[in-house]
Nanobody
Framework: HVQLVESGGGSVQAGGSLRLSCTAS?????????VGWYRQAPGKECELVSV???????YYADSVKGRFTISQDNAQNTVYLQMNSLKPDDTGVYYC???????????????????WGQGTQVTVS
């Protein structure tokens, strides 16, 4: 059974930092696949936040550029999202993504949770 398990969310004040972690179960992260992070705020659509491609290229949503950093540690089978200078608009449930489970696309026509794991809640006040 393949799944992604997110952790590291929490409640922080604006300007604070969090590091989200994602571990894979049933498969291993490697440099031949794409990984990413989505988020979904209450009443809003599932939003692609960041991607680390198999070519090691990165994508960041304009709203998080310069503040968030995606990384991958294959030895730990973990993907990270370092989030600095957090803002209240960053509040939402964050979901890890891997193209070993579903295609990582810019527009998701459903809730993030329909495609990915249970996510981890981030609340910025």
């Amino acid at each position: 059974h393949v799944q992604l398990v997110e952790s590291g969310g929490g409640s922080v004040q604006a300007g604070g930092s969090l590091r989200l972690s994602c571990t894979a179960s049933g498969f291993t992260f490697d440099d031949d696949s794409d990984v990413g992070w989505y988020r979904q705020a209450p009443g809003k659509e599932c939003e692609l936040v960041s991607v680390l491609g198999h070519d090691r290229g990165t994508y960041y949503a304009d709203s998080v550029k310069g503040r968030f950093t995606i990384s991958q540690d294959n030895a730990q089978n973990t993907v990270y999202l370092q989030m600095n200078s957090l803002k209240p608009d960053d509040t939402g449930v964050y979901y890890c993504a891997s193209d070993r489970i579903n295609d990582i696309v810019m527009v998701v026509s459903a809730d993030c949770g329909d495609y990915w794991g249970q996510g981890t809640q981030v609340t910025v006040s």
